[in-house]
């Protein structure tokens, strides 16, 4: 097994045992680091990645590709629940092209009803912007820290 396998299993291991401290109730299946959206609550449904684990072009190392910039084409509005799996946060918004009202998740945090009376965000996502860092550095969170 190759170092990059090592680690890149290393991390499932470690990302699933954090999330399954999260949520000890549902077990759920992650691939890789990145936001993942689900059409039911609770982490049910269809279950949609943000970005793709993928070779580079050159077949030399593994790159995140975005599955859609920065749409979702055939996820549109279908977002139920979110658990983000990445080191970065995330801002999900109401509308395409970043518009709208918006909602950051930082990285460990998971949001299993989008329809809890203090988001009333069910069923709207259309876009999500990946940040630079762990922060959400100015944009409204879904959980407040502190």
């Known amino acids: ?3 990059i396998s090592k680690r890149l299993l290393g991390a499932a291991v470690v990302a699933l045992g954090v999330l399954g ?3 000890p109730a ?4 992650l691939d890789f680091r990145t936001l993942y959206l689900f059409d039911d609550a609770g ?3 269809a279950k949609v990645p943000v970005q793709t684990l993928e070779w580079n072009e050159l077949g030399q ?6 599955v859609s910039k920065p749409e979702f084409p055939t996820f549109n509005d279908k977002t139920s629940s979110l658990i983000n799996n990445d080191w970065r ?3 999900v918004f109401d509308d395409k092209n970043y518009q709208d009202r918006r909602y950051c998740i930082r ?3 998971t949001v299993p009803n989008l329809s809890a009376q203090q988001f009333k965000f069910n069923d709207k996502i259309s876009s999500a912007l990946r940040l630079e860092g762990a922060s ?6 879904f959980f407040t820290t502190g």
């Open 43 to 45: 982490y049910e449904g």
């Open 1 to 3: 097994m190759s170092i």
């Open 61 to 66: 190392f593994w790159v995140y590709r975005q």
């Open 89 to 91: 946060a995330w801002v």
């Open 26 to 29: 549902q077990a759920v299946t």
């Open 107 to 109: 990285p460990g945090e």
């Open 136 to 141: 959400c550095a100015g944009y409204p969170a």
């Open 21 to 23: 401290a999260a949520s």
